[in-house]
């Protein structure tokens, strides 16, 4: 080994003894960082990863490998060295070696001058070093497999020229065999094949972050066939002149061999996939935890089939074998409860039959053109989920993400393929086991209690609901097997101390039919298991299925196997003088209904629907008494209520501008001590807005739309949001527009955890402003003028604790209104007007006066922000789905409903890591540092060489001092 490292550092200081090296290291770097900065757009991409340095790698390093090799063996054989080499006492592989290690080292120094890179992206966004780690050593087991195709070339040829062209048209067809040009020219089977033999295929896996021995394993593979066939070459050069014998036969046998084995194990580990590592912040490539904790719940087979065509899109071909590997994790995963299959619908008449008509799964139509083809292919890239008679399925859109870079520049990757397949599991094995018994998903006891007055008190109407009460209760025991306990009182008949005692720990208090009814009664009914209070609501219409309904509705929230619904309320199109539509949130709705039950709630009759979970309102506007009613009384039974809200609304008709809006909550929600203030935040750290700019041409005022910079879209990165509730994992930037500043009553909230969810940057101020069109002619760069009070303003906050209703000390709304409506009309009602109205339920007052402790309040300040309108601007400005406000809501729901599972898989993303925000003289600097960090790299190995030199003459005068002594 001495031998071989000694040969090592004769090449290396043979390098750096001309002016070469550092023309190499120069191109080398100056050619990187053009890639990255230019090439690849960098800060256009607005990710925190340097996945730009490796996506060229396989490229450069072909170039680069063979301008070191070239001269290894070809110089040596120009010079006449060679032949003293082979016929020393050094053995040839001890030079093969040697050399190899040569250009390894070299290698190695030209990728320590790209580190600067990573460093600096570091300091500008959340980079994960784990893909960095991974791009190293991958590029580095690609050099060495480039570097022995280079060595071998260089061993049979005496130009150096030659050696270099014919080394990098070998390294080239390796890497051309798994590229995206020509495996799009073949079908997917055809495809898998080319890339397990491609090297830039190969490398694409380690630079994501995950080290699969077999993508190691085709380099050393490689190493391995190009340094033997180095060392038979040299052999057979030692022979040249000699006639064959048996040994030249042996050498011949034994390289074949060698070659053979290589060959055959690398193909033996093809179907290995277990041997990997996933190296990224947080596993984002293996399957999690959670997706574990719902398979191990299967109590069937589970059903995962996917639907890839062998001809498709190309950019669509390459996820196909990431989403096999990851299907069949799931299989392993299992544990024999998950079978995976693969089809082609194709191939295969019936099955394409079935997932047409039964699974609604059709052909897409894909469109794309290249200098090679142009066509339209009918293609399959969807994945079923099947659990007993429920199914779901995933598209190509469900799946992928594309960002767009200009007409022919698109990016497409899978999103987050876990999430959406173990999203997918959750909701059919919630679905299926809905469909069953209701208790057999509950693992620990419950009791119902109810307080409820004698007969004698109760409305007739009340004396029916008891008895369908009890019945239902009994049925519910009978299937149970001793799961359900019930416990019924009347709060009157201890003396009044019941009724007390539930009064100030619940906040009931006695109901009354009418307002001057001075007959008072109980009616409550409540579930307790597991440390946790369910408030059971009265059915509006007092019927046994409506109770049944709300009891139902009641068991759900102790249960991990049924979906939860989700009640959103909407403002109606004439709330804003819109006869065709105002604020649409199809997008909201639809991402929400893929993870739970949506159903809509005008909430017009003062309830919120019995089954629902979490009320959430976008945008409300002006709430009467009896809207507001239903939302108190919500929170009240210990529901959770998210609301996006501000008294603004914003107008983006023709000019801008803000009018002040009335949303009916600001009184509601400073009786709990939160307050919206009546301004608008703006922050230097802001998204670009396509504003309607004014501009004089020739005399002529022309409009125009300019993406700028504009200060009322706060644009809230992670030093500005909570990470220790995880309503934020996964989100690494979001944007409020428009949003209003929150204050919090300390005094009122000091009993109630409260968690400040998004904070805009120490620099924001406010403004009560009505005119938000930017001026930049007379406010300079950000259009508007900075205001006074600067600091971090509170836009998004969770509350959670006892509340009191805002309804305690006030008249009861829908006795007030039905008493009101009955003076109107009674004059006027005929007898079969009465009839029909005695037969109506009537209005009971059944205020609860005080929430337990499980109550939340969740508020974000913006109107605006999950509108359709303002996510489809900001997502054609960044040219891809702009989803983070979405998924923040989707997080919030699932803190709300304690249901972290997903939460915790939205949280493994790794597509959002968004750099800082950055001005173009901040860019400038960044990109000008990295070139001048790389010209002081090349500083330090001039420093290095000249040090090397010195040190080989001291020891050449020292050898020649020593030579005149002893003569």
């Given at each position: 080994?001495?031998?071989?490292?000694?040969?090592?550092?004769?090449?290396?200081?043979?390098?750096?003894?001309?002016?070469?090296?550092?023309?190499?290291?120069?191109?080398?770097?100056?050619?990187?960082?053009?890639?990255?900065?230019?090439?690849?757009?960098?800060?256009?991409?607005?990710?925190?990863?340097?996945?730009?340095?490796?996506?060229?790698?396989?490229?450069?390093?072909?170039?680069?490998?063979?301008?070191?090799?070239?001269?290894?063996?070809?110089?040596?054989?120009?010079?006449?060295?060679?032949?003293?080499?082979?016929?020393?006492?050094?053995?040839?592989?001890?030079?093969?070696?040697?050399?190899?290690?040569?250009?390894?080292?070299?290698?190695?120094?030209?990728?320590?001058?790209?580190?600067?890179?990573?460093?600096?992206?570091?300091?500008?966004?959340?980079?994960?070093?784990?893909?960095?780690?991974?791009?190293?050593?991958?590029?580095?087991?690609?050099?060495?497999?480039?570097?022995?195709?280079?060595?071998?070339?260089?061993?049979?040829?005496?130009?150096?020229?030659?050696?270099?062209?014919?080394?990098?048209?070998?390294?080239?067809?390796?890497?051309?065999?798994?590229?995206?040009?020509?495996?799009?020219?073949?079908?997917?089977?055809?495809?898998?094949?080319?890339?397990?033999?491609?090297?830039?295929?190969?490398?694409?896996?380690?630079?994501?972050?995950?080290?699969?021995?077999?993508?190691?394993?085709?380099?050393?593979?490689?190493?391995?066939?190009?340094?033997?066939?180095?060392?038979?070459?040299?052999?057979?050069?030692?022979?040249?002149?000699?006639?064959?014998?048996?040994?030249?036969?042996?050498?011949?046998?034994?390289?074949?061999?060698?070659?053979?084995?290589?060959?055959?194990?690398?193909?033996?580990?093809?179907?290995?996939?277990?041997?990997?590592?996933?190296?990224?912040?947080?596993?984002?490539?293996?399957?999690?935890?959670?997706?574990?904790?719902?398979?191990?719940?299967?109590?069937?087979?589970?059903?995962?089939?996917?639907?890839?065509?062998?001809?498709?899109?190309?950019?669509?071909?390459?996820?196909?074998?990431?989403?096999?590997?990851?299907?069949?994790?799931?299989?392993?995963?299992?544990?024999?409860?998950?079978?995976?299959?693969?089809?082609?619908?194709?191939?295969?008449?019936?099955?394409?039959?079935?997932?047409?008509?039964?699974?609604?799964?059709?052909?897409?139509?894909?469109?794309?053109?290249?200098?090679?083809?142009?066509?339209?292919?009918?293609?399959?890239?969807?994945?079923?989920?099947?659990?007993?008679?429920?199914?779901?399925?995933?598209?190509?859109?469900?799946?992928?993400?594309?960002?767009?870079?200009?007409?022919?520049?698109?990016?497409?990757?899978?999103?987050?393929?876990?999430?959406?397949?173990?999203?997918?599991?959750?909701?059919?094995?919630?679905?299926?086991?809905?469909?069953?018994?209701?208790?057999?998903?509950?693992?620990?006891?419950?009791?119902?209690?109810?307080?409820?007055?004698?007969?004698?008190?109760?409305?007739?109407?009340?004396?029916?609901?008891?008895?369908?009460?009890?019945?239902?209760?009994?049925?519910?025991?009978?299937?149970?097997?001793?799961?359900?306990?019930?416990?019924?009182?009347?709060?009157?008949?201890?003396?009044?101390?019941?009724?007390?005692?539930?009064?100030?720990?619940?906040?009931?208090?006695?109901?009354?039919?009418?307002?001057?009814?001075?007959?008072?009664?109980?009616?409550?009914?409540?579930?307790?298991?597991?440390?946790?209070?369910?408030?059971?609501?009265?059915?509006?219409?007092?019927?046994?299925?409506?109770?049944?309904?709300?009891?139902?509705?009641?068991?759900?929230?102790?249960?991990?196997?049924?979906?939860?619904?989700?009640?959103?309320?909407?403002?109606?199109?004439?709330?804003?003088?819109?006869?065709?539509?105002?604020?649409?949130?199809?997008?909201?709705?639809?991402?929400?209904?893929?993870?739970?039950?949506?159903?809509?709630?005008?909430?017009?009759?003062?309830?919120?629907?019995?089954?629902?979970?979490?009320?959430?309102?976008?945008?409300?506007?002006?709430?009467?008494?009896?809207?507001?009613?239903?939302?108190?009384?919500?929170?009240?039974?210990?529901?959770?209520?998210?609301?996006?809200?501000?008294?603004?609304?914003?107008?983006?008709?023709?000019?801008?501008?803000?009018?002040?809006?009335?949303?009916?909550?600001?009184?509601?929600?400073?009786?709990?001590?939160i307050y919206l203030e009546e301004d608008l935040v703006l922050d230097p750290q802001n998204a670009a807005f396509p504003i309607p700019v004014e501009r004089r041409v020739a005399g002529f005022v022309v409009q125009e739309?300019?993406?700028?910079e504009y200060p009322y879209f706060v644009d809230i990165r992670t030093d500005g949001m909570d990470r220790q509730s995880g309503i934020t994992a996964g989100i690494d930037q979001v944007t409020l527009n428009w949003a209003?500043?929150?204050?919090?009553?300390?005094?009122?909230?000091?009993?109630?955890?409260?968690?400040?969810?998004?904070?805009?940057?120490?620099?924001?101020?406010?403004?009560?402003?009505?005119?938000?069109?930017?001026?930049?002619?007379?406010?300079?760069?950000?259009?508007?003028?900075?205001?006074?009070?600067?600091?971090?303003?509170?836009?998004?906050?969770?509350?959670?604790?006892?509340?009191?209703?805002?309804?305690?000390?006030?008249?009861f709304p829908l006795v007030e209104e039905k008493e009101k409506k009955g003076d109107t009309v009674k004059e006027a009602e005929s007898d079969n007007t009465k009839e029909t109205k005695e037969e109506k339920p009537p209005?009971?007052?059944?205020?609860?006066?005080?929430?337990?402790?499980?109550?939340?309040?969740?508020?974000?300040?913006?109107?605006?922000?999950?509108?359709?309108?303002?996510?489809?601007?900001?997502?054609?400005?960044?040219?891809?789905?702009?989803?983070?406000?979405?998924?923040?809501?989707?997080?919030?729901?699932?803190?709300?409903?304690?249901?972290?599972?997903?939460?915790?898989?939205?949280?493994?993303?790794?597509?959002?890591?968004?750099?800082?925000?950055?001005?173009?003289?901040?860019?400038?600097?960044?990109?000008?540092?990295?070139?001048?960090?790389?010209?002081?790299?090349?500083?330090?190995?001039?420093?290095?060489?000249?040090?090397?030199?010195?040190?080989?003459?001291?020891?050449?005068?020292?050898?020649?001092?020593?030579?005149?002594?002893?003569?």
């Amino acid at each position: 080994m001495n031998c071989c490292t000694d040969i090592a550092r004769k090449e290396l200081a043979a390098f750096f003894s001309s002016a070469v090296a550092f023309i190499f290291f120069g191109v080398f770097l100056t050619v990187t960082l053009f890639v990255f900065f230019w090439v690849e757009t960098f800060f256009g991409r607005n990710i925190a990863d340097v996945r730009p340095l490796f996506e060229w790698m396989p490229i450069l390093m072909i170039f680069l490998s063979a301008a070191i090799t070239m001269r290894m063996w070809s110089e040596e054989r120009r010079s006449g060295t060679l032949e003293f080499l082979l016929t020393s006492p050094i053995e040839p592989l001890q030079l093969v070696l040697g050399k190899f290690l040569a250009c390894l080292g070299l290698v190695a120094v030209a990728l320590a001058l790209t580190l600067p890179l990573p460093i600096t992206v570091s300091f500008i966004g959340p980079l994960d070093w784990g893909p960095v780690l991974g791009g190293y050593l991958a590029t580095f087991f690609l050099a060495a497999g480039y570097i022995s195709i280079g060595l071998f070339v260089s061993a049979r040829s005496e130009n150096q020229v030659v050696s270099v062209m014919i080394s990098a048209l070998i390294g080239g067809l390796f890497y051309a065999l798994g590229s995206n040009t020509l495996t799009g020219l073949f079908g997917t089977k055809a495809s898998e094949v080319l890339k397990l033999l491609g090297s830039g295929s190969r490398f694409e896996s380690i630079t994501r972050g995950v080290l699969d021995i077999r993508d190691l394993y085709f380099y050393v593979c490689l190493v391995g066939i190009f340094l033997t066939l180095n060392l038979f070459e040299l052999e057979r050069q030692r022979w040249a002149g000699n006639p064959p014998n048996s040994r030249h036969r042996q050498w011949g046998l034994l390289t074949a061999l060698f070659i053979a084995n290589f060959l055959a194990a690398n193909l033996w580990m093809v179907p290995v996939g277990q041997a990997r590592a996933d190296i990224t912040k947080g596993d984002i490539y293996s399957i999690s935890d959670t997706t574990r904790s719902y398979l191990t719940r299967l109590n069937e087979p589970l059903l995962i089939r996917g639907y890839f065509s062998a001809k498709t899109h190309p950019l669509l071909a390459p996820l196909v074998p990431r989403l096999r590997d990851l299907l069949k994790e799931y299989a392993l995963a299992g544990d024999g409860r998950v079978r995976v299959e693969f089809v082609d619908p194709v191939e295969n008449p019936e099955l394409e039959e079935e997932a047409g008509q039964k699974f609604g799964i059709k052909p897409v139509p894909f469109q794309f053109a290249s200098k090679y083809q142009s066509a339209v292919v009918n293609s399959y890239f969807d994945i079923l989920v099947k659990y007993g008679d429920q199914f779901e399925t995933l598209g190509f859109r469900d799946l992928i993400e594309v960002k767009v870079r200009s007409e022919s520049d698109l990016s497409v990757d899978l999103r987050n393929p876990e999430y959406d397949i173990t999203r997918a599991i959750k909701k059919v094995l919630y679905a299926y086991q809905g469909a069953g018994d209701l208790f057999d998903n509950i693992s620990h006891p419950v009791t119902f209690k109810g307080y409820i007055s004698a007969d004698d008190r109760l409305p007739e109407q009340l004396i029916e609901l008891k008895s369908n009460l009890n019945g239902l209760l009994d049925e519910y025991k009978n299937q149970t097997h001793g799961k359900l306990s019930v416990v019924i009182k009347d709060p009157d008949a201890d003396g009044g101390s019941l009724a007390k005692k539930i009064e100030s720990e619940y906040g009931f208090r006695p109901m009354v039919v009418s307002l001057f009814s001075k007959n008072t009664f109980w009616f409550y009914m409540v579930l307790e298991g597991d440390n946790r209070l369910i408030q059971i609501p009265l059915p509006e219409d007092l019927s046994k299925e409506g109770l049944e309904r709300s009891i139902q509705a009641g068991l759900k929230r102790f249960s991990k196997g049924f979906l939860k619904t989700v009640a959103m309320y909407t403002p109606p199109p004439a709330a804003y003088g819109m006869p065709t539509g105002g604020k649409r949130f199809s997008w909201l709705r639809d991402a929400l209904s893929s993870e739970h039950t949506v159903i809509s709630a005008d909430l017009e009759n003062g309830t919120v629907p019995e089954e629902t979970d979490l009320l959430l309102l976008a945008a409300p506007e002006r709430l009467d008494k009896k809207q507001l009613f239903a939302v108190d009384q919500f929170l009240m039974r210990g529901g959770t209520v998210a609301m996006a809200t501000s008294p603004f609304s914003v107008n983006l008709q023709g000019r801008l501008s803000a009018n002040k809006s009335e949303s009916g909550l600001t009184e509601w929600l400073a009786h709990h001590g939160i307050y919206l203030e009546e301004d608008l935040v703006l922050d230097p750290q802001n998204a670009a807005f396509p504003i309607p700019v004014e501009r004089r041409v020739a005399g002529f005022v022309v409009q125009e739309t300019r993406m700028v910079e504009y200060p009322y879209f706060v644009d809230i990165r992670t030093d500005g949001m909570d990470r220790q509730s995880g309503i934020t994992a996964g989100i690494d930037q979001v944007t409020l527009n428009w949003a209003s500043p929150i204050t919090i009553d300390s005094d009122k909230n000091k009993d109630r955890q409260v968690i400040r969810l998004l904070h805009s940057s120490e620099r924001a101020w406010t403004s009560d402003a009505i005119d938000i069109q930017p001026n930049f002619k007379t406010h300079g760069g950000l259009g508007f003028p900075t205001g006074d009070q600067i600091g971090r303003k509170l836009l998004a906050v969770a509350v959670e604790g006892r509340f009191t209703s805002y309804f305690r000390d006030k008249p009861f709304p829908l006795v007030e209104e039905k008493e009101k409506k009955g003076d109107t009309v009674k004059e006027a009602e005929s007898d079969n007007t009465k009839e029909t109205k005695e037969e109506k339920p009537p209005v009971i007052d059944r205020l609860i006066e005080r929430s337990p402790e499980s109550a939340r309040i969740l508020l974000f300040a913006s109107n605006s922000f999950l509108s359709d309108a303002v996510l489809n601007l900001a997502s054609g400005g960044m040219g891809t789905q702009y989803l983070n406000p979405v998924n923040l809501v989707k997080n919030a729901i699932d803190w709300s409903l304690e249901d972290r599972g997903l939460l915790s898989i939205r949280g493994r993303t790794h597509f959002s890591r968004t750099l800082l925000p950055l001005n173009r003289s901040s860019q400038v600097f960044w990109e000008y540092l990295n070139y001048g960090l790389a010209a002081l790299g090349l500083f330090v190995v001039w420093l290095i060489r000249r040090w090397m030199t010195a040190r080989a003459r001291r020891h050449y005068r020292l050898v020649l001092s020593m030579e005149g002594a002893l003569k």
